[in-house]
């Protein structure tokens, strides 16, 4: 199923050398989307902030691939350990109302019945020529209203680089684990039906998505899940005091070819740094 297996991003592709205070991120040549791109200077950033706390051997080199060294993954957490500002445990109130804002989240058993059309990013593509034709497939799906023709169905068939093409599209009953994450979060949690009226952009291209029914699922009760609770909280404050600590470290920096002033999506923490 295309919606979770294709490796692509959808993002313009980077051809000139990025450095970071004069190291590259990438060998001569090399092609990286954007955010992969980000990812590794927000990581250079660090390694070489691990370096001047003296955490790091100063003869510790980068790699063209991005990979760091043993040695520089330890220093970067160690640094991290000793340098970021965590607040304490959540509190109980905390706990609550966090719970309250996000009851979504805890629901077991949601599925939904989905339907989409894939334009999928492949190596060499136009990336804003093929968000022009998702936004045209996108309004034509949406305002066609003949009840006797099902133009979404035509249009994955015609459209779609997925194989549920053959299907006009029809992915049947899925959980939000059988979905790739960004789909996932505008999709599950949500009440609407029908055509979803943006685009979604995933790794994997750009999704005209139809919602064809709702399971809701139930709503786990807060007493089940106050320890999910307190984690995502603590998992939040970590990412703020990341991010806050990367913005100071890129502020200092000087950076070619490269732009840090979108924020990271550190969500997944060290992953997103490949640390």
């Known amino acids: ?13 980077v051809t000139a050398k990025a450095r970071v205070n004069g190291v590259a991120l990438h060998a001569d040549g090399e092609l990286l989307d954007a955010e992969t791109l980000r990812q590794r200077a927000c990581t250079e950033l660090l390694r070489q902030a691990a370096q001047a706390a003296g955490l790091l051997d100063p003869d510790d080199q980068a790699t063209p691939d991005g990979v760091l060294s043993e ?10 350990e000793g340098t970021l500002k965590v607040p304490d445990d959540p509190s109980e109130d905390e706990c609550h109302r966090h719970y309250a804002a996000h009851e979504s989240a805890y629901r ?8 989409h059309i894939l334009f999928a990013v492949t190596p060499g593509v136009h990336v804003p020529a093929l968000r022009q034709r998702a936004e045209a497939a996108l309004l034509d799906v949406r305002n066609h209203d003949d009840q006797e023709f099902d133009r979404f169905t035509e249009a994955a068939r ?12 029809d992915l049947g009953w899925l959980t939000a684990a059988d979905c790739a994450p960004e789909v996932a979060r505008e999709v599950f949690g949500h009440a609407e039906v029908g055509v ?4 979604v952009r ?21 007493a089940t899940v ?16 990341l991010r806050q600590y990367l913005n100071g470290l890129a502020g200092a920096a000087v950076l070619a070819g490269v732009d840090l002033d979108k924020p990271l999506d550190l969500h997944q923490g060290q992953r997103a740094l490949e640390i």
């Open 196 to 199: 979803l009226p943006r685009l």
């Open 71 to 80: 040695a520089a993954a330890n220093a970067i957490e160690a640094l991290l």
């Open 226 to 241: 106050r320890a999910t609770v307190a984690q995502s909280l603590r998992q939040h404050s970590y990412v703020t005091a």
């Open 202 to 222: 995933s790794r994997f291209g750009l999704h005209v998505i139809e919602v064809v029914e709702r399971m809701p699922g139930v709503t786990q009760p807060f």
């Open 1 to 13: 199923m295309a919606i979770a297996t294709t490796p692509c991003e959808v993002s313009d592709r």
């Open 108 to 115: 077991t058993g949601e599925r939904v019945h989905l339907r």
């Open 158 to 169: 015609t459209l779609s680089n997925c194989p549920s093409a053959a299907e006009g599209g």
